[in-house]
């Protein structure tokens, strides 16, 4: 990360902090009532469907997030989902891991750890 552009490096840092401080964050375009693409209403959707919580960011509203996620994890499409941390991949991996069940369970890990973290 040296000689690394302050915005950059600052965006960076935000993005590490809302994956890491969110037990399931989902970078879409729009939001899961308003999605603005195809791809991000389908992995909305399967999140939904979950009843798990989650978070997500437009990253139509936030146009550094937009520029610099693909390089958080050197992954160049979106939407992105991260849960426990863990970059799990777009659309068609979220659409899998709901297909298979894994989806809901592994949300519903990570929200209660990350609940057991809240209140330790």
Sequence with gaps: ???????????????????????VVLYMKGTPQMPSCGFSSRAA????????????????????IFEHLPKYQDWPTFPQLYIDGELQGGCDITLE???????????????????????A
């Design 1 to 23: 990360m040296e000689n690394q552009d302050p915005i950059v490096k600052e965006t960076l840092e935000r993005i590490h902090s809302q994956v890491t401080n969110n037990p």
């Design 97 to 119: 891991l709901a297909e298979s069940g894994e989806l809901k369970k592994m949300m519903a890990e990570a929200n209660a750890k990350h609940e057991a973290k809240q209140n």
């Design 45 to 64: 959707q399967a999140l939904a469907e979950t009843e798990e919580k989650f978070a997500f960011v437009n990253i139509l509203a936030d146009a550094t």
